[in-house]
């Protein structure tokens, strides 16, 4: 995209010059205008792997990130303009997503910015780098932390509306994931990584310890028990309920 907007950039400039020396003649923009070929902006593709990193990827990827993303700094003097205007679309790219998810910015900025950039930006290539990870890392804690509270928030809705389906015979990892808004991938990982359990286990399990209540409590049929916590073949609902406690439902109701 970079290498699009420059052309884009160059032919506009070119077409200035038609008024000048007139159509119908070839105009390359370099033997005209003279254009450096270093960056003043960060490079998208540069911009989206840096983000990419910093919400998903590990220390040594946003390490290697940043150190990629400073080369285009080469021949650049900390304090001159290229500098400044480069290292804004690094800050850009990060202040992008301290917005989009609220994060503090001054907390993850941290006092120590601002001195890097005092009497022209004129703080080096290393210190640079060192601040940036810092910076990046900061934002990479606190979008760990968001995830985490709002994988344990889906979790908690998922068990409540398995709570008050179970009994639903048609009830699924599917129809819990359309509830959420969810994909059932990411369902699946933050659930058994809650839970310690699969969805079927936890609904399996969920449904034999309803089951073994009723036979405790009530005089209600077995099939009856079965269709009341979501099965509609009591043979089944009976080789489940032995598998889980070793004993079949009129034994488990007979202790």
């Known amino acids: 995209m970079s290498y699009l907007r420059e052309s884009l950039f160059e032919a506009r400039a070119a077409l200035e010059y038609v008024r000048v020396v007139g159509g119908g003649k070839a105009i390359y923009i370099r033997d005209v205008e003279h254009m450096t070929r270093h960056p003043v902006m960060l490079d998208s593709r540069y911009e989206q792997r840096l983000i990419a990193a910093v919400k998903f990827g590990s220390a040594e990827q946003i390490e290697s990130e940043i150190e990629e993303i400073l080369t285009g700094l080469s021949g650049a003097q900390p304090g001159d303009w290229k500098y400044r205007a480069y290292v804004t679309g690094i800050l850009n790219a990060l202040g992008q997503i301290i917005g989009r998810y609220d994060l503090p910015a001054e907390e993850i900025m941290g006092g120590e910015g601002m001195l890097l950039f005092q009497e022209g930006g004129k703080a080096d290539r290393s210190a640079l780098k060192q ?25 908690e809705k998922a068990k409540q509306f398995i709570a008050e389906h179970f009994a639903n015979g048609d009830i699924s990892v599917e129809r819990v994931c359309e509830h959420l808004h969810i994909s059932q991938s990411y369902f699946s990982s933050i659930f058994k990584q809650d839970t310690g359990k699969s969805f079927v286990q936890y609904l399996t399990d969920l449904r034999m310890d309803r089951a073994a209540e009723l036979l405790r409590e009530t005089d209600e049929k077995t099939y009856a028990i079965a269709q009341q916590v979501g099965y509609d073949e009591p043979n089944y609902f009976s080789y489940v309920f032995k598998r889980r406690f070793g004993v079949s439902p009129s034994q488990y109701r007979g202790k």
């Open 131 to 155: 601040w940036l990870i810092a910076v990046c890392l900061r934002i990479c804690g606190y979008m760990s932390q968001r995830r985490s509270s709002m994988a344990g928030t889906l979790v």
